[in-house]
């Protein structure tokens, strides 16, 4: 098996279907295999379980490949752990995160298939601009797969409370790209929740004492990774807080 994903163009493929799901296998193939071999490699592809039928969309497993083939290419090895285990929905449901749980976040709006919701819960908000962009860029992929925005909604503290106020960079993207914001004056959590659009949905909590802002303090939380249970309650405490 590993003979084969090292082959030919088995690793580009894989790569394609893993940022592009809906593409499925026969796309891919007309872009990277020649015409002779495509009988070949889709039989391969179905019998090593890298696609799923009959959408021939990419499987666990082959997500599951693409990330040894990143690791053996020099990709980032933490990167790629993080994404071994958000291929596995059960494994490692409650972890700690020690510090960077906004980067954390911001990385899974980027790396997400497609997006369903963002719920952003933050006293205050205001990322810095590589951080505001890479979200924005995360957002905007999910816009151009699936036809239309996710649904965002934001719970923060006024305006006027704002790191630079009315001139607040990420308050102003919220509000540009449509996203339900919410004021409340009083405001101290800071709660983050994410879903997928995927079937199975993927559906990821971060709750601590991070901000929504630049990164400033040494900060804890915990991550709720597909604990179904405990992202509805999240949910539920979320909007009680929407006005």
């Known amino acids: 098996m590993l003979r084969f994903i090292a082959s030919e163009a088995v690793p580009d493929i894989l790569r394609e279907l893993c940022e592009t799901p809906e593409l499925g296998l026969g796309k891919?193939?007309?872009?990277?295999?020649?015409?002779?071999?495509?009988?070949?490699?889709?039989e391969r592809f179905l019998r090593m379980n890298l696609v799923a039928a009959p959408e021939m969309q990419i499987s666990t497993r082959g997500r599951a490949c693409d990330c040894g083939v990143a690791v053996i290419e020099g990709s980032?090895?933490?990167?790629?752990?993080?994404?071994?285990?958000?291929?596995?929905?059960?494994?490692?449901?409650?972890?700690?995160?020690?510090?960077?749980?906004?980067?954390?976040?911001?990385?899974?709006?980027?790396?997400?298939?497609?997006?369903?919701?963002?719920?952003?819960?933050?006293?205050?908000?205001?990322?810095?601009?590589?951080?505001?962009?890479?979200?924005?860029?995360?957002?905007?992929?999910?816009?151009?797969?699936?036809?239309?925005m996710p649904e965002v909604t934001v719970v923060t503290r006024p305006t006027d409370d704002q790191p630079n106020g009315v001139a607040n960079e990420t308050l102003a993207y919220f509000r540009q790209m449509g996203a339900v914001v919410s004021y409340r004056p009083n405001l101290h959590s800071k709660l983050y929740i994410i879903e997928s659009a995927?079937?199975?949905?993927?559906?990821?909590?971060?709750?601590?004492?991070?901000?929504?802002?630049?990164?400033?303090?040494?900060?804890?939380?915990?991550?709720?990774?597909?604990?179904?249970?405990?992202?509805?309650?999240?949910?539920?405490?979320?909007l009680s807080l929407v006005e």
Not at 28 to 42: F, H, I, M, Q
Not at 206 to 231: A, H, L, P, W
């Open 76 to 148: 980032n090895v933490v990167d790629v752990i993080d994404r071994l285990r958000e291929i596995d929905p059960m494994s490692n449901r409650i972890s700690l995160v020690r510090e960077g749980m906004t980067s954390m976040f911001i990385r899974l709006v980027q790396r997400l298939d497609s997006i369903l919701r963002v719920m952003i819960c933050s006293p205050w908000v205001s990322l810095g601009r590589d951080r505001l962009h890479a979200f924005a860029s995360g957002i905007e992929r999910s816009r151009r797969q699936r036809g239309f």
């Open 28 to 42: 891919a193939l007309d872009s990277w295999a020649e015409p002779s071999r495509v009988p070949y490699l889709t």
């Open 198 to 238: 995927t079937k199975p949905p993927q559906r990821y909590a971060f709750v601590g004492s991070e901000n929504f802002t630049k990164v400033r303090y040494q900060e804890v939380g915990i991550r709720v990774s597909n604990d179904n249970q405990v992202i509805d309650d999240l949910m539920r405490y979320f």
